[in-house]
Every structure is written in structure tokens, then in C-alpha cells.
């Protein structure tokens, strides 16, 4: 179980991350 939560939270940053990155670009 706890792979499988470490997964989601890593692929849960990785978003927020490029959302970030997006949002720098964007502005």
C-alpha cells in the first residue's frame, strides 16, 4: 500500500509541478 500512495503523490506533484511551470510560461 504504501508503493502504491508514494505513487500517487509523486505523479500528484509532477502535476502541480508542470501546472506551475505552465502557469510561469502563461504569465
Do not use: M, P, R
Not at 5 to 15: D, E, H, I, P, R
Request: proline residues 0%; without cysteine.
Amino acid at each position: 500500500d504504501g508503493k502504491i500512495v508514494s505513487k500517487l503523490v509523486g505523479a500528484q506533484s509532477k502535476k502541480t509541478f508542470k501546472d506551475k511551470i505552465e502557469e510561469i510560461l502563461a504569465a
